[in-house]
């Protein structure tokens, strides 16, 4: 038989993470009136946090480690602490940000340290990539038997603010697209806040865009078929090109657009450690 401090031993995650103020009860007692224990709170936001599904690579992204490069950089850090705080005062539900710009200047980032922001102070947020978005809405027309987009839009309504991050990274077909738009207008008449990343400028934003270098293949609508090449995507279309007019509307009403340019984030910061 182990005697007491073998059990100890074996359990010693679990005596260690016994909180000293309530003994783990979850309350604490003070001048006779019970109150919740700190550790409930942060034991909440915990579960917050796991239930938003931040990748790994992004899990470190927060606001104080954001490190500006340059005055646009700056600007855009100062704008998405405001929507916080408006955020809180119930002004910012349901509107959202558009935080665009090349490749590695710090979008998702900045963005990922709005969601886990608004999940420690006690909202639910939910990571969303669109390549995966859009493999799910696909899956579920191949499984319609599996309910995946009910279990996609179940998850949604739980949160208060989700993050798409590489809108138009992909052109689905129409009916993929049509898709998209409804779970993104669901999002916005219930009043979930939408953080969207891409690496699409609009002509005015792309430095020294005057006219499309080259006019793509286009479809019916006007659209580009072609996939543009490389990582240097920003600079072949804008995103008004590479999403139905009828969604970039939507988004563009409801979204505040965040410009980043610079150098890229990534590798100074790899170049750095
Ligand atoms: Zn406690």
Redesign the pocket.
Known sequence: MPDRDDYRSLFAEYFDAR?P??Q?S?WVVENGVARR????TEELAEHRLAFAGIPPSYQRCRLDNFIPQNAKQREALSFVEMFITSFQRGEALGRGLLIRGPVGVGKTHLAVAVLRRLIEQGFTGRFQNFLHLIEQIRQSFDDSGADIEGKLFRRLSRCQVVLLDELGATRPTEFVFNKLYDIINFCFDQRISVLFTTNYLDHAARPGWSAPAASPAADSEGRPTTEPAGPGSATAYTLAERIPQRLYSRIMERCTDVVLQGSDYRLRHKAKS
């Open positions: 909180c103020d309530c783990n979850r224990c700190h550790c409930f």
